[in-house]
C-alpha cells in the first residue's frame, strides 16, 4: 500500500519526486548520479554514427569524423577504452559545436518553422559558403570559444577581404545575427550579438562603392520610345507583359503570378510572387508563391488610360487562360522568359542591356519627376518606406544631349555673353 497520498504524488512532477525520494533517504543519490551517467553514454554511444569492430589483433576499431580527412581510425585495447573515446568526441561536438554547426540548427529552425522560404534557404547556404567557409579558422571555432572581440574581427576581415559592398554586408549581418543570436538562445554564449554589433563602429569608407551611372539603371527617355515602339508593333503575350511592367512598376515575378480574377477594369491585385531555388539534382525550380516579396508588397497597381488596350490585346491571348502571362496550353510564363527577351530586345534596338528592374525604376523614377504624392508612390511601388523610393529607384532618365540642352537653355546662362 502506497505510503503517500495519491493526491500527493500527483502534485509532484517527476523532478521534486526524485529530489524528494533523495531528501528522505528512499534512493541513493549516488545510486541516481550512476544512472544518469550511464544513460548520458548509452546517448553519447548511440549518436556515433560508425561500427565498434574488433580485429584479428584483439584491438578495438571505429572511426570519428575528422574536418580534414572526412574521418580517422581509433584503435585501442579495450571496448571500454574506445567507448570513452567516443564519448568524449561526442560530449564535445555536443555540448559545445562549431559555428558551423550553429549556422546549420539555426537555417533547420529557419526552415521548419517556414520563418523562410526555400529560395531564401539556398541563399544563406551561399552566403555562409561566401564568407565563412572562405576562413575555416572560423567557422570551425567552437561556439563556446568565440567571444564578441573574435566576431568583430572576423566581421572587419570579411569586409576587407571581400570588398563588400553595404548591400553584401547587409547578406554577411544576417548571418551573424541568425547564428549568434541561435548560440545564445542554445545557452553556448551568454553574450549578446545585438550590443555587440550596436558597439560596433564600421565607417562607410571601409565599404567597396559599385558606381553606377543614370543610363545603367534607368531607361532615359529616348530609350523608353524606342522599346515601346518596337514592343507595340509585335505584341506577342511576353512582349506585352514588359509594357505592363513599365506602366505599372510591378516586379517581374510578380508580373507572372498575375491572374486574369486580379485584374478589374484598369486596376491590377498584387497577391502573388515566383520564387525560384535549386533541385538537389541541379538546376532550377520555380513556383508561384501565394504572397508577394513583402508585405508591403500586397498592393493594387493601376494601368494608365493610355495603356488600357495592352490589356485588353492580352486579354485576347490569353483570356481563358488563369494567368495574364500563359502559353497557348495554360502554362504560366517563367521570370526568366520575360528578362531574356528584354535583354534580347535590348540588343535588338541597340539599347544597352537592362533588367526588367531597371523597368520598375524608370517607372518610380517618372513617378517622383513628375510631383505624384509620395505616398501614393510608396503604396504602387509596394515599399514599405518612402525613403527606399527616392534613395534607391529615384534617378535622371535624361540623357547626356537632353541634359546639356536644358542647362545651356537656363535663362541665366543663355543670356550671358562673355567676353574673352
Given at each position: 500500500?502506497?505510503?503517500?497520498?495519491?493526491?500527493?504524488?500527483?502534485?509532484?512532477?517527476?523532478?521534486?519526486?526524485?529530489?524528494?525520494?533523495?531528501?528522505?533517504?528512499?534512493?541513493?543519490?549516488?545510486?541516481?548520479?550512476?544512472?544518469?551517467?550511464?544513460?548520458?553514454?548509452?546517448?553519447?554511444?548511440?549518436?556515433?554514427?560508425?561500427?565498434?569492430?574488433?580485429?584479428s589483433d584483439g584491438r578495438w576499431i571505429t572511426y570519428i569524423p575528422d574536418q580534414d580527412k572526412g574521418r580517422k581510425m581509433i584503435r585501442k585495447k579495450t571496448k571500454e577504452e574506445l567507448e570513452n573515446i567516443?564519448?568524449?568526441?561526442?560530449?564535445?561536438?555536443?555540448?559545445?559545436?562549431?559555428?558551423?554547426?550553429?549556422?546549420?540548427?539555426?537555417?533547420?529552425?529557419?526552415?521548419?518553422?517556414?520563418?523562410?522560404?526555400?529560395?531564401?534557404?539556398?541563399?544563406?547556404?551561399?552566403?555562409?559558403?561566401?564568407?565563412?567557409?572562405?576562413?575555416?579558422?572560423?567557422?570551425?571555432?567552437?561556439?563556446?570559444?568565440?567571444?564578441?572581440?573574435?566576431?568583430?574581427?572576423?566581421?572587419?576581415?570579411?569586409?576587407?577581404?571581400?570588398?563588400?559592398?553595404?548591400?553584401?554586408?547587409?547578406?554577411?549581418?544576417?548571418?551573424?545575427?541568425?547564428?549568434?543570436?541561435?548560440?545564445?538562445?542554445?545557452?553556448?554564449?551568454?553574450?549578446?550579438?545585438?550590443?555587440?554589433?550596436?558597439?560596433?563602429?564600421?565607417?562607410?569608407?571601409?565599404?567597396?562603392?559599385?558606381?553606377?551611372?543614370?543610363?545603367?539603371?534607368?531607361?532615359?527617355?529616348?530609350?523608353?520610345?524606342?522599346?515601346?515602339?518596337?514592343?507595340?508593333?509585335?505584341?506577342?503575350?511576353?512582349?506585352?507583359?514588359?509594357?505592363?511592367?513599365?506602366?505599372?512598376?510591378?516586379?517581374?515575378?510578380?508580373?507572372?503570378?498575375?491572374?486574369w480574377d486580379d485584374v478589374v477594369g484598369n486596376s491590377i491585385k498584387i497577391r502573388r510572387t515566383e520564387i525560384s531555388y535549386k533541385k538537389e539534382t541541379g538546376g532550377n525550380i520555380y513556383e508561384i508563391r501565394?504572397?508577394?516579396?513583402?508585405?508591403?508588397?500586397?498592393?493594387?497597381?493601376?494601368?494608365?488610360?493610355?495603356?488600357?488596350?495592352?490589356?485588353?490585346?492580352?486579354?485576347?491571348?490569353?483570356?481563358?487562360?488563369?494567368?495574364?502571362?500563359?502559353?497557348?496550353?495554360?502554362?504560366?510564363?517563367?521570370?526568366?522568359?520575360?528578362?531574356?527577351?528584354?535583354?534580347?530586345?535590348?540588343?535588338?534596338?541597340?539599347?544597352?542591356?537592362?533588367?526588367?528592374?531597371?523597368?520598375?525604376?524608370?517607372?518610380?523614377?517618372?513617378?517622383?519627376?513628375?510631383?505624384?504624392?509620395?505616398?501614393?508612390?510608396?503604396?504602387?511601388?509596394?515599399?514599405?518606406?518612402?525613403?527606399?523610393?527616392?534613395?534607391?529607384?529615384?534617378?535622371?532618365?535624361?540623357?547626356?544631349?537632353?541634359?546639356?540642352?536644358?542647362?545651356?537653355?537656363?535663362?541665366?546662362?543663355?543670356?550671358?555673353?562673355?567676353?574673352?
Open positions: 500500500m502506497n505510503k503517500y497520498p495519491d493526491s500527493f504524488l500527483n502534485d509532484m512532477d517527476k523532478e521534486e519526486l526524485l529530489n524528494f525520494a533523495i531528501e528522505h533517504g528512499m534512493i541513493d543519490a549516488s545510486y541516481v548520479q550512476e544512472q544518469i551517467e550511464m544513460n548520458k553514454r548509452e546517448e553519447l554511444l548511440n549518436k556515433h554514427p560508425y561500427s565498434i569492430n574488433q580485429g567516443i564519448i568524449d568526441f561526442w560530449k564535445t561536438e555536443t555540448e559545445n559545436p562549431t559555428v558551423s554547426d550553429i549556422f546549420d540548427k539555426w537555417l533547420e529552425n529557419k526552415t521548419l518553422y517556414k520563418d523562410i522560404c526555400t529560395g531564401s534557404c539556398d541563399r544563406y547556404k551561399r552566403d555562409f559558403k561566401r564568407f565563412f567557409e572562405d576562413d575555416i579558422n572560423f567557422s570551425k571555432k567552437r561556439i563556446r570559444q568565440v567571444s564578441p572581440s573574435d566576431v568583430v574581427s572576423f566581421i572587419r576581415d570579411s569586409i576587407a577581404r571581400h570588398s563588400l559592398t553595404t548591400k553584401a554586408y547587409g547578406n554577411l549581418r544576417t548571418l551573424i545575427y541568425g547564428i549568434f543570436r541561435c548560440a545564445k538562445e542554445e545557452g553556448y554564449i551568454s553574450w549578446s550579438i545585438s550590443q555587440t554589433m550596436g558597439d560596433m563602429e564600421i565607417p562607410k569608407k571601409a565599404f567597396h562603392k559599385v558606381i553606377k551611372e543614370d543610363d545603367e539603371e534607368v531607361f532615359t527617355d529616348e530609350e523608353m520610345e524606342k522599346l515601346l515602339n518596337y514592343l507595340i508593333s509585335n505584341p506577342t503575350v511576353v512582349n506585352l507583359g514588359i509594357i505592363i511592367m513599365f506602366c505599372t512598376g510591378v516586379r517581374v515575378g510578380e508580373l507572372v503570378g498575375i491572374h501565394e504572397y508577394p516579396k513583402t508585405e508591403a508588397g500586397i498592393r493594387t497597381v493601376y494601368v494608365p488610360d493610355a495603356f488600357k488596350n495592352v490589356l485588353d490585346k492580352l486579354r485576347m491571348l490569353t483570356g481563358d487562360q488563369e494567368y495574364m502571362l500563359s502559353y497557348a496550353d495554360g502554362r504560366n510564363m517563367k521570370t526568366l522568359k520575360v528578362r531574356n527577351r528584354l535583354y534580347a530586345a535590348c540588343e535588338k534596338l541597340g539599347i544597352r542591356k537592362k533588367s526588367p528592374h531597371k523597368l520598375r525604376k524608370t517607372y518610380i523614377s517618372i513617378l517622383l519627376d513628375n510631383g505624384v504624392d509620395k505616398r501614393l508612390v510608396q503604396d504602387v511601388a509596394g515599399h514599405t518606406e518612402i525613403t527606399t523610393s527616392e534613395r534607391n529607384y529615384h534617378r535622371n532618365r535624361k540623357s547626356d544631349a537632353k541634359k546639356e540642352e536644358i542647362l545651356s537653355n537656363l535663362p541665366e546662362f543663355k543670356n550671358t555673353v562673355l567676353m574673352l
